[in-house]
């Protein structure tokens, strides 16, 4: 199964504060996903990213969320200014271009305080 | 809206037992149907998917799942469940569009597994 490495693993920060979330794929692939799990709660879709541009995004991604592929290879998600309510899991995915088998990294947990 | 349902919250098995785990999904055209499972501290790892033609799909660690059409379900099986099993159960369904190039997954609440010795 292919990989997707995130970082890091655990990131803990205050409130109002700005967050980036990191994931590399280890092939080349051109639609990228995140996710998010509240505790508890179930798997949410967040924003997808086709060809160096979102294509689809839930009504959660608002402002405060943004998403880009800096450097060819990182794919970044940041909030701004964090709330208490963005604590949770983030899962970031891509898809193999051969079939339409999404793959997930081991998620970043993010706790706001 | 598309959703998934997980009626099951939590399941308790002895090793060794049979295993089921329910999904029922609303979807009017046929589905992408997965299974993902998430261990303690890791990612969501594909167990298997369901496309098109076969109703019962094998996938890894000796689970499998059978696509039911009239019944809307797709309902996750395993005929002895071993210790190393327990871990949180995701099933999900492509969102309408899914199989061209776009297309999100919508996840159902999850069932977690115990398993007894």
């Known amino acids: 199964e292919p990989e997707v490495t995130q970082t890091p693993s655990h990131q803990v920060t205050q409130m109002g504060q700005e967050v980036i979330l990191r994931c590399v794929p280890i092939s080349n692939h051109l639609y990228f996903y995140w996710y998010r799990q509240i505790l508890g709660q179930k798997v949410e879709f967040l924003v997808s990213?086709?060809?160096?541009?979102?294509?689809?995004k839930s009504e959660i991604f608002d402002d405060q969320f943004s998403v880009e592929r800096p450097d060819g290879s990182n794919f970044t998600l940041k909030i701004r200014s964090t709330k208490l309510e963005d604590s949770a899991m983030y899962f970031c995915?891509?898809?193999?271009?051969?079939?339409?088998?999404?793959?997930f990294g081991a998620g970043t947990r993010l706790s706001v305080l | 809206a598309q959703s998934v349902t997980q009626p099951d919250i939590h399941i308790t098995v002895s090793e060794g037992a049979s295993l089921e785990l329910r999904c029922n999904y609303s979807y009017g055209a046929t589905p992408y149907l997965f299974w993902y499972v998430q261990s303690p501290g890791q990612g969501l790892q594909l167990l298997l998917k369901?496309?098109?033609?076969?109703?019962l799909v094998q996938g890894i660690k000796g689970f499998e799942a059978e696509f039911k059409r009239s019944q809307s379900s797709f309902n996750l099986r395993k005929p002895s469940v071993h210790w190393s099993d327990a871990a949180e159960y995701f099933c999900?369904?492509?969102?309408?569009?899914?199989?061209?190039?776009?297309?999100?997954?919508?996840f159902g609440k999850g069932t977690k597994l115990s398993v007894k010795p």
């Open positions: 995915a891509f898809r193999d271009r051969r079939n339409a088998i999404q793959y």
């Open positions: 999900a369904v492509g969102e309408k569009g899914y199989g061209g190039s776009q297309g999100n997954l919508i």
């Open positions: 369901y496309f098109s033609g076969d109703t």
């Open positions: 990213f086709y060809n160096n541009e979102i294509s689809e």
